[in-house]
């Protein structure tokens, strides 16, 4: 699905918090992610690489691994904003936070 912006992708889900944030979670882990093409977030050999933007982030991660928990990928397009959909959290590498289907 393709929203007009992000904001309005947030609140079709009706998440929790402020739009403003690329990664969102709870007391389970990371409840979505947004990719606003800023970084240097890439998919590679099916697997998307995001980077990680300090170290409280990358512990909520860690839960979505403990916990078997997805998260929802949202990615900036050029007009808009496309749900990815579920994705779990594989482990990391480098700086990076690494998500497959």
Known sequence: MIFKN?????EHYNYPGSHRFGSFGDDKGIIRSYSNGKKEDHFKNNKFYYELKNNKI???FKLNIVNN?????FIKLKDGVKDMGL????GFYKSFVI???
């Open 87 to 90: 994705y779990k959290v594989d």
């Open 69 to 73: 928990k997805k998260l929802r990928l």
């Open 58 to 60: 990358k512990e909520k």
């Open 6 to 10: 992000f904001k309005s992708a947030h």
């Open 99 to 101: 998500f497959t289907k």
